[in-house]
């Protein structure tokens, strides 16, 4: 038996409850070691250790779909996954170049960066707290965004419940919950943040006037669970569309894996600077 059957042998082996597009395309890796096939060697390692019923998300593909929310993948999951592709692509990882993978898009890209031989991709959209407060006209302690990142048409972000919001002494006596309006102010904060980040609106054009975006109005917005201290939200909202002087998304809240709110429009009003207008950050 030659040496290139026992190598293809031992691979489908420790691919085995993979699908079968995905072996076949670590075989033919294995022989041109060609970036192409990095994308479905990936996605058959990842549908071989979640749950079946989010296979169907990993299918179609969608670089925006997160590893932890969307997809179950925790910490010792990750490490099991990390594994397996190491020893499929023949390459080693670092848990510090983890750090800011946190979509399939983001582990694709970061793969890709690998198998070629060049630096992890930096994470230039990653916006943290003094970065998110520079951008907003909304301020602390009304600031419900700690950590946000713009990835294409979606931005995503977070907000720790510390248990120290003042509010939260009040909502409710003996029994603190953050209030489910606060979650949905959350969600439009991150809408805002994207308007003001993304390009989206007025790509290499005009940007749009932090002091002139206020919110007009939301649809099919739910409440699942209620969030306590110490809780974590992490929020998605995605671009439906956007035409001056109106931009509606959608948008989702989870903690800990679970939905925690859904809200199918939120309606932002906006407007672009006047030329020659000067940029400074305007509190409304």
Do not use: W
């Amino acid at each position: 038996m030659s040496n290139t059957v026992v190598k293809h042998s031992e691979l489908r082996e420790a691919l085995k409850r993979c699908p079968e597009s995905a072996i076949e395309a670590a075989v033919a890796f294995q022989e041109t070691k060609d970036p192409a096939l990095v994308p479905p060697i990936v996605l058959g390692i990842l549908e071989r250790f979640v749950e079946p019923d989010v296979r169907p998300v990993i299918r179609e593909g969608d670089d925006s779909t997160r590893l932890m929310d969307d997809l179950g993948i925790d910490s010792l999951l990750m490490v099991e996954i990390v594994i397996l592709v190491e020893e499929t692509l023949h390459i080693s990882i670092e848990n510090e170049e983890l750090r800011n993978i946190r979509t399939l898009g983001d582990l694709k890209l970061y793969l890709d960066a690998k198998t070629r031989g060049l630096p992890p991709p930096e994470s230039k959209n990653v916006l943290n707290f003094e970065q998110i407060a520079a951008t907003l006209p909304q301020q602390p302690p009304f600031l419900f965004l700690q950590e946000a990142r713009i990835n294409g048409e979606y931005a995503e972000g977070s907000y720790h419940i510390s248990g120290d919001e003042a509010f939260l002494e009040g909502h409710f006596k003996g029994n603190p919950v953050f209030p489910a309006s606060l979650m949905i102010e959350a969600l439009g904060q991150l809408a805002v943040l994207f308007l003001l980040k993304s390009g989206s609106v007025a790509q290499d054009g005009p940007e749009v006037d932090p002091a002139s975006v206020y919110f007009v109005g939301g649809d099919g917005i739910r409440c699942h669970r209620v969030c306590r201290p110490h809780d974590t939200l992490q929020m998605k909202v995605r671009l439906k569309k956007v035409h001056e002087p109106l931009a509606q998304f959608e948008g989702s809240i989870f903690s800990n894996g679970s939905r925690v709110a859904r809200a199918e429009e939120i309606s932002l009003t906006f407007a672009v600077r006047a030329a020659g207008e000067e940029a400074g950050l305007r509190l409304r």
